[in-house]
């Protein structure tokens, strides 16, 4: 079965600190995979889309990276600030599933000031 | 440019009651989805439709119904609610920028639904 996972739920760094959330598949054959913000009782943001081809993107303090062949990504958050404080979830674009996402139940990350 | 809306904000239903969510999108996508998001379970395609006029089932679609109304809108509508469909439902549209291969869903707000 196609599943994505995120590890941990939830994360509390203090402010400043350089921090990475992972985000794993069980499938290789990924047509792309994206990073999405929610803020609480909001709609999800997007962050950052690597196609298959790609080993990562960046957007200003955001950087990720995705390991096809380990079935992981990584966001790497340089220099976390309070504004941080969100839900971050990955979605993965299957080469068999046409347009359609499969969701992680995202990590929930607080930046202490 | 409102990007992708919907309406309600918040229902409150008794069991059996039906409604329909609207969502619309003014950025001229083709495809657009429903998703819903519950607690320990992430989000969840409910249905989705690639163009206008076509729909086709996602994860899980018992319960409700859809209708790709004309390009701009796409509605959700739970014919007899139940207490298991309380969840927050989120109405997305893609974009496919040609030539670049990128490939984003925009999200609305969701609606938050309880049934009783």
């Known amino acids: 079965k196609q599943e994505v996972t995120q590890i941990p739920a939830a994360l509390s760094v203090p402010e400043g600190e350089n921090l990475v959330l992972n985000c794993s598949f069980t499938?290789?054959?990924?047509?792309?995979l994206q990073w999405f913000r929610q803020d609480p009782g909001k709609g999800l943001t997007s962050l950052l889309l690597i196609q298959s081809s790609q080993r990562e993107q960046t957007s200003g303090r955001l950087n990720a990276s995705l390991d096809k062949s380990s079935g992981r990504s990584t966001l790497y958050i340089a220099a976390s600030q309070p504004g941080d404080s969100a839900t971050y979830l990955c979605?993965?674009?299957?080469?068999?599933?046409?347009?359609?996402?499969?969701f992680g139940e995202g990590t929930q990350l607080t930046v202490n000031p | 440019n409102a990007g992708v809306t919907q309406t309600p904000k918040f229902q409150v239903l008794k069991t059996g009651q039906s409604m329909t969510l609207q969502c619309a999108q003014d950025?001229?996508?083709?495809?657009m989805y429903w998703y819903r998001q519950d607690p320990g379970m992430g989000l969840r395609l409910i249905y989705y439709?690639?163009?206008?006029?076509?729909?086709d089932k996602g994860e899980v679609p018992n319960g409700y119904n859809v209708s790709r109304l004309n390009k701009r809108e796409f509605s959700l509508r739970l014919e007899s609610a139940a207490p298991s469909q309380t969840s927050v439902y989120f109405c997305?549209?893609?974009?496919?920028?040609?030539?670049?291969?990128?490939?984003?869903?925009?999200f609305g707000p969701g609606t938050r639904l309880t049934v009783l």
């Open positions: 950025m001229n996508h083709n495809s």
């Open positions: 979605a993965v674009r299957w080469e068999t599933s046409g347009s359609r996402l499969t």
């Open positions: 499938d290789s054959a990924i047509y792309n």
């Open positions: 997305a549209s893609r974009s496919r920028t040609s030539g670049v291969r990128t490939d984003t869903q925009y």
């Open positions: 439709s690639a163009s206008e006029g076509t729909t």
